[in-house]
C-alpha cells in the first residue's frame, strides 16, 4: 500500500505560479503510476495530469497542457505538479492518487487510482 501527502497549496494571483507536491510512503512507489485531480466549487473532481512509474510517460488535461508540468523524484518518493500562468478556473481541491492497477502507466480515469492523498486548496484571485 502507499499512502499519499500533498502540500504546497495557497492564495496565489491570476497569472502567478504555485508547485504542488505529493509525498509517499510505501516501498514499492516507484512501481505506482500518479495522477493529479481536481474539483473546483461545485463541480465534479477532473483529471488535471498523471505520469508513468518510470516518469517516461505523462498526460495532460486539454484545459491544463503548457501550463502545468508534473514530474516525479522516486528516490524521494515525490510528484511534483509545477502550474504556472494560473487562472482563477484553476481554483479547486487539488489531489494526486497512485495506482499499479493499470500497470503504473498513470491513466486519466479517477476510478482506476486505489490510492489518494487529502487534498491541498489551490484559490486563484482574479
Known amino acids: 500500500q502507499v499512502q499519499l501527502v500533498e502540500s504546497g497549496g495557497g492564495l496565489v494571483q491570476a497569472g502567478g505560479s504555485l508547485r504542488l507536491s505529493c509525498a509517499a510512503s510505501?516501498?514499492?512507489?516507484?512501481?505506482?503510476?500518479v495522477g493529479w485531480f481536481r474539483q473546483g466549487p461545485g463541480k465534479e473532481r477532473a483529471f488535471v495530469a498523471a505520469?508513468?512509474?518510470?516518469?517516461?510517460?505523462?498526460t495532460y488535461a486539454d484545459s491544463v497542457k503548457g501550463r502545468f508540468a508534473i514530474s516525479r523524484d522516486n528516490a524521494e518518493k515525490t510528484v511534483y505538479l509545477q502550474m504556472n500562468s494560473l487562472k482563477p478556473e484553476d481554483t479547486a481541491v487539488y489531489y494526486c492518487?497512485?495506482?499499479?492497477?493499470?500497470?503504473?502507466?498513470?491513466?486519466?480515469?479517477?476510478?482506476?487510482?486505489?490510492?489518494w492523498g487529502q487534498g491541498t486548496q489551490v484559490t486563484v484571485s482574479s
Open positions: 510505501g516501498r514499492t512507489f516507484s512501481s505506482y503510476g
Open positions: 492518487a497512485a495506482e499499479k492497477t493499470s500497470y503504473g502507466l498513470g491513466p486519466v480515469d479517477a476510478n482506476e487510482y486505489p490510492y
Open positions: 505520469i508513468s512509474w518510470s516518469g517516461g510517460t505523462t
